[in-house]
């Protein structure tokens, strides 16, 4: 994997990070809107929800948000 050291856009402080590609795994994802944790949803699981607009390999469609719980930190995904 290639790290990359990026800035937060708030304090300045630096971080590493790497962009991950789901690749033909059919899941969707989406990040915490407070602690940047990740979701990774399997289209797969016969839980989910079959929404018409939301597609794999992407980001989650808004669509799919009321059916995740809050992320640990008490932010949303």
Same mark, same amino acid.
């Given at each position: 994997m290639d790290t990359q050291i990026g800035a937060c856009e708030h304090c300045g402080a630096k971080f590493n990070y790497e962009l991950l590609h789901c690749g033909f795994a059919d899941d969707i994802y989406s990040y915490c809107d407070s602690c940047g944790m990740t979701a990774i949803l399997s289209l797969w *699981?016969?839980? /989910?929800?079959?929404?018409? *607009? !939301?597609?794999?390999?992407?980001? /989650? !469609?808004?669509?799919m948000e009321p059916f995740l719980h809050p992320c640990k930190c008490g932010g949303r995904f």
């Open positions: *699981d016969k839980r /989910m929800p079959k929404l018409q *607009d !939301c597609s794999a390999h992407q980001e /989650m !469609c808004s669509a």
